[in-house]
């Protein structure tokens, strides 16, 4: 049996996160343990060949601000919209109210 890539680890993370709530690139990796692979969890979000039904449009920066995403920043935002999830210059807003933390992915 062969071993699950990064990137496949990380779109199981990805369904884990429930509708109308984000996490960060940052919560995911530590979530694997890999607290240092922020970047490698955006590479396999952009990468992922079934969104969104693999939310990675829940995905955001540590500071709130959306990030980016394959289909384009317009596309993540109306799908977070779609879920609740109010947006305001480009940033969640009531952040940490909707954040789920590492342990709860």
Known sequence: MRSKSFDEKVWLKLKEIPYGRVTTYKAIAIALGKP?????????????????????????KSNGGLGGYAKGPKRKKLLLQSEGVEIKNGVVENFYKILLKPRHI
């Open 36 to 60: 240092n692979a922020a970047r490698a969890v955006g590479n396999a979000c952009r990468k992922n060949p079934s969104a969104p039904d693999v939310p990675c449009h829940r995905v955001v």
